[in-house]
C-alpha cells in the first residue's frame, strides 16, 4: 500500500511539472490561448469526463488504473474518454 502510494505521488508531482511547463514564457502567444481555451472547455465538461480525460493525459493513469479507482468498467473507461476527446475535437475546432 505504502508503495503504491508513493508511486501516486511521483504521477502527480510529474502531471505538475508538465502542467506548468504548458504555461512557460517563452512560448508563442498563441499557444498560452489555446491551453487557456482548452483549459475553458475542460471545465465546462461533466464532472465525470473532466476527471477521466485528466486522469489520462494530466496525470498519466493508464485505462487499468483509472478503470479500478473509478469502479468502471475497462471498456466504459476507454469509450468515455475517447467520446469526450472527440467532444474536445469539435468545440476547440470551432474557435
Keep these: ?32 490561448d489555446e491551453v487557456m481555451d482548452l483549459e475553458h472547455t475542460l471545465a465546462r465538461l461533466p464532472a465525470m469526463e473532466r476527471l477521466l480525460v485528466k486522469m489520462r493525459y494530466y496525470l498519466g493513469y493508464s485505462f487499468e488504473e483509472i478503470a479500478e479507482a473509478t469502479e468502471l468498467p475497462l471498456g466504459t473507461v476507454k469509450s468515455k474518454v475517447y467520446a469526450t476527446l472527440r467532444h474536445l475535437r469539435v468545440k476547440l475546432e470551432v474557435k
Design 1 to 32: 500500500m505504502i508503495n503504491e502510494c508513493k508511486i501516486q505521488l511521483r504521477k502527480q508531482k510529474n502531471a505538475i511539472k508538465n502542467a506548468n511547463s504548458l504555461y512557460h514564457t517563452d512560448l508563442p502567444v498563441t499557444f498560452h
